[in-house]
């Protein structure tokens, strides 16, 4: 399949596409905020450099873009029919980054939480749901949480 725009117009939008104050990191510590969460953003000095960190309850938070962190079965998540091969070895060191930050942070005592777009986005029109979940995870025990659009594919272990 041939791309319908030109090279240097493609290379413009995907320069433009912004990592960090994204919409649903927004979201996400808006939500946090109201409930009275404080945080600092982008640790430079953690493994992965989490979106979010809240020191008081030593937990981490990822807010992973579905089609860039690859999210196996998500309707965000498609790879792109042209230059097949560059896409999925990026997106594959992506994960390959992803796992050994959660590694290396949970083998550090940090706890980690991973928010997926396509929960953010289904979550927009009630967002109770997933604060609820959020909030129930610092307060809680749990080492790990992943958030995906459907509330039954949640992760949560205790490693």
């Excluded at 979550?123 to 749990?142: H, M, N, P, V, W």
Aim: proline letters at 3%.
């Amino acid at each position: 399949m041939v791309d319908k725009i030109d090279g240097a117009t493609r290379s413009r939008n995907m320069a433009a596409i912004k990592s960090r104050n994204t919409t649903p990191e927004l979201f996400i510590r808006s939500m946090l905020h109201k409930r009275g969460f404080r945080f600092r953003l982008h640790v430079k000095d953690l493994p992965g450099k989490p979106d979010i960190v809240l020191p008081k309850y030593h937990t981490v938070i990822f807010i992973n873009g579905c089609f860039w962190h690859g999210h196996s079965n998500c309707r965000l998540y498609k790879l792109p029919s042209t230059r097949v091969e560059f896409w999925q070895k990026k997106i594959n060191r992506n994960q390959s980054n992803d796992a050994r930050a959660i590694e290396l942070l949970l083998n550090s005592n940090w706890r980690v939480c991973v928010i997926w777009e396509c929960k953010i986005r289904a979550s927009r029109k009630d967002l109770t749901q997933l604060a609820d979940l959020i909030s129930d995870f610092l307060k809680g025990t749990a080492k790990f949480l992943e958030v995906r659009e459907n509330l039954d594919t949640i992760d949560k272990r205790n490693f």
